[in-house]
């Protein structure tokens, strides 16, 4: 009877396991549909944002107004968004900034609309600040993951830019007389129905809301957790990772028309980008658990080291495509394997502030570069850009080798 009762015992926890391994591959692949429609929301304001700036700007320098204060909005809910979910939980944190996103999106038509270029900036910006909470959907996919399947559960809500990269250029283009003379306003249509489609998505998701014990406590100093090796370079290979990333694909456009080819070339470019940037996604996690996170983020350093000098070696089509897919794959693995690390150095009770200022350090990273890279290449030119980024990815390496040298155990004296 006690071996029955130890065999039913057993059986018992396998099959809670088992449950419990499928209810969080379940939620993990709400996430990753959730993060298709934000990035297919991205997407599609990204597509028309400038050229409706140059419509309906008081002076056509000012076209770019509109998406620089959409970067730096998100920028700024970064933390905001964090500590709204310690608070109300993640779901309903989710769909409060979609929320946000919407009334932006109905302004910004309105100001299409009316030919209001400070509306459609003041729809910008509050559509910009509910993307602030998005980037938190990869920490999410933590939060409802065992630990063994925490890194395949970042890359794959990470996957779901591979939608938008094939999808929203698509949904642009069906989209453009779809309100008849208001010329892209389809588009506005087509995000408020992706973010219905996500908020639907988020309430069928079960993410663990923070216990009373997290939302009390304090945990450590930020000063203190930012010092550990571990915590460097898990922001240094995200954040340098995405700026490098960023600075050098949005010069590209510039230098493929330069270099006599078409739009319609330079969209093709992008397109290699964004397949190279999401991917990999499928398959970065199992990589991270099988050869380690360190060993992936040097990997991605050097994916861009070689896009680099792909840069330098010649302007042809195919010049392009492959440096804009290698140095999207760096990106894809120096920024899943910068987040996987950075998990492993804060408690739950740390984790709202430490993620929603690791955030901020990115993309406020990510903005500068925004604003620099057109900048940068009509200054000085394409190789100036190239060669400007070196020393970034040379930081990365660096960091990356050094964490290595603390991790290696002290040799042990001989008697």
Request: glycine share 10%; aromatic share 10%.
């Amino acid at each position: 009877m006690p071996s029955a009762t130890l065999a039913n015992s057993h059986y018992g926890v396998v099959f809670a396991c088992f449950m419990s391994e499928k209810k969080s591959v379940r939620n993990v692949a709400l996430l990753a549909c959730a993060q298709a429609m934000a990035n297919t929301q991205m997407v599609l304001i990204f597509t028309v944002s400038g050229l409706i700036g140059a419509t309906i700007a008081p002076d056509a320098r000012m076209a770019t107004v509109p998406i620089t204060l959409q970067f730096l909005a998100m920028m700024a809910s970064t933390v905001p968004a964090a500590y709204t979910m310690r608070a109300i939980g993640r779901a309903p944190g989710f769909i409060a900034f979609v929320g946000i996103g919407a009334v932006g999106v109905v302004i910004a038509l309105w100001g299409v609309w009316e030919h209001d270029f400070w509306l459609f900036c003041l729809g910008s910006i509050l559509f910009g600040f509910s993307q602030g909470s998005n980037q938190q959907l990869r920490f999410a996919a933590v939060d409802v993951a065992s630990p063994e399947f925490k890194s395949r559960a970042v890359s794959l809500v990470l996957a779901g830019g591979v939608f938008a990269g094939l999808a929203g250029p698509t949904i642009s283009t069906l989209s453009v007389d779809l309100l008849g003379t208001v010329t892209f306003g389809g588009a506005f249509v087509a995000i408020l129905v992706t973010q219905v489609v996500m908020v639907a998505l988020l309430m069928f998701t079960d993410i663990p809301r923070p216990t009373a014990a997290e939302r009390a406590a304090t945990g450590r100093p930020f000063g203190e957790i930012a010092r550990q090796p571990m915590f460097i370079v898990a922001l240094l290979s995200a954040m340098l990772g995405y700026g490098v990333m960023n600075f050098v694909m949005l010069s590209t456009p510039l230098i493929v028309v330069h270099s006599g080819h078409t739009i319609a070339d330079s969209n093709d470019v992008i397109m290699w980008h964004v397949l190279g940037m999401f991917l990999p996604s499928f398959i970065t996690g199992w990589l991270i658990k099988k050869y380690g996170d360190l060993n992936i983020i040097a990997v991605g350093a050097l994916l861009s080291l070689i896009c680099l000098a792909v840069n330098l070696s010649g302007e042809t089509l195919w010049h392009f495509r492959i440096a804009m897919a290698l140095v999207g794959v760096g990106w894809n693995f120096m920024f899943t394997g910068g987040t996987t690390l950075l998990t492993e150095t804060y408690t739950p009770a740390e984790k709202a502030n430490v993620q929603g200022i690791n955030d901020l350090l990115v993309f406020g990273t990510v903005a500068f570069c925004s604003l620099a890279a057109g900048t940068t290449y009509q200054w000085v030119g394409w190789t100036a850009v190239n060669i400007a980024v070196f020393p970034a990815l040379a930081i990365v390496l660096g960091a990356n080798l050094w964490l290595r040298l603390q991790r290696r155990p002290a040799a042990v004296p001989a008697e």
